[in-house]
């Protein structure tokens, strides 16, 4: 039987090449180089050190959408001929992707912000959402907290690209199910992960109400009618209802949030890492990922 390694490269280029197109549309050059570049070396460290631990994995899947409904791209999936059980190749494996990323992300945001400037907030215009190392950073870069006093960063498309790779990172860091922070958690949780993966999945909507109820008052607090006052919370609060549906829907598709792991236990090294990759996600999770101006 062929390896999954031996299967035709044509489909992972075109699935690339189309994936930088659709970026490339959505905010030009520096947006689709940047992103995709950030994806990439993502996807390349699930690849690299996979198959350094022997795990027969593809090459990734890039996935490409329409701009009018995303950034352009879905991201990428990498395909396993079986499930990994050894629990410190899982937890490699899983968190390989996200420190690859920001490894790369990080300083592409710095210098992206450095090409920015900041501006009046203008309206009817949509601002990003801060995480806590987003705020940081562009607190180094300009020296005040942004947004702020009505003016806030003009993002560069290098800038912005990098802030949607941290964006993504962040919800694939979710310790639910089989997104990366999910594998980090598997293997450090072994099968008291199914239960925590439940719990979190039916807590996703209750965090997008909380959120949503905040930009609710806030909104009123502008001076919003009701009609404008939900439409603004509907912001914060849809997001983490889709997230809730996607990975329910995925549990039910395989039948368990994540597959067995082996009974032994994490490394201590490893142990205190996956709380590294815990502290990670609170650092970079965006709680309202964009939001139209006040």
């Known amino acids: 039987m062929k390896s999954i390694w031996a299967q035709s490269i044509w489909a992972h280029t075109l699935l690339f090449v189309a994936s930088f197109a659709t970026t490339w549309w959505y905010g030009g050059p520096y947006f689709a180089g940047t992103l995709m570049g950030i994806l990439l070396c993502h996807e390349a460290g699930h690849y690299i050190v996979g198959r350094m631990r022997g795990v027969d994995a593809s090459l990734p899947y890039f996935i490409p959408l329409p701009p009018q409904i995303s950034f352009g791209t879905l991201g990428a999936v990498i395909r396993m001929k079986s499930p990994i059980t050894d629990r410190n190749a899982l937890f490699d494996v899983g968190a390989a992707g996200p420190v690859a990323g920001l490894i790369v992300a990080i300083p592409l945001l710095v210098i992206g912000l450095h090409l920015s400037e900041v501006g009046p907030v203008l309206p009817?215009?949509?601002?990003?959402?801060?995480s806590i190392l987003y705020a940081v950073i562009k607190y180094i870069v300009f020296g005040r907290w942004l947004p702020g006093d009505g003016v806030d960063v003009q993002l560069h498309p290098m800038a912005l690209a990098a802030w949607v790779g941290l964006l993504v990172t962040a919800i694939n860091l979710m310790p639910i199910?089989?997104?990366d922070g999910g594998h980090v958690a598997r293997a450090a949780l072994g099968e008291r992960h199914e239960r925590l993966s439940q719990r979190l999945?039916?807590?996703?909507?209750a965090v997008g109400i909380?959120?949503?109820?905040?930009?609710?008052?806030?909104?009123?607090?502008?001076?919003?009618?009701?009609?404008?006052?939900?439409?603004y919370a509907s912001y914060g609060a849809i997001p983490w209802c889709m997230w809730a549906v996607l990975l329910g829907f995925m549990r039910r598709q395989a039948g368990e949030y994540h597959p067995p792991v082996s009974e032994e236990l994490l490394d201590p090294r490893r142990r205190l890492q996956a709380i590294g990759m815990l502290v990670l996600f609170v650092l970079i999770v965006t709680?309202?990922?964009?939001?139209?101006v006040l």
């Not at 999945?201 to 909507?205: C, D, E, F, K, Q």
């Open 124 to 130: 009817d215009t949509a601002i990003e959402g801060n």
């Open 177 to 179: 199910g089989q997104l």
């Open 201 to 205: 999945n039916i807590a996703l909507p």
């Open 210 to 231: 909380a959120v949503g109820s905040i930009m609710l008052v806030s909104a009123f607090g502008a001076g919003k009618d009701l009609f404008a006052a939900l439409s």
């Open 287 to 292: 709680p309202v990922p964009m939001r139209p």
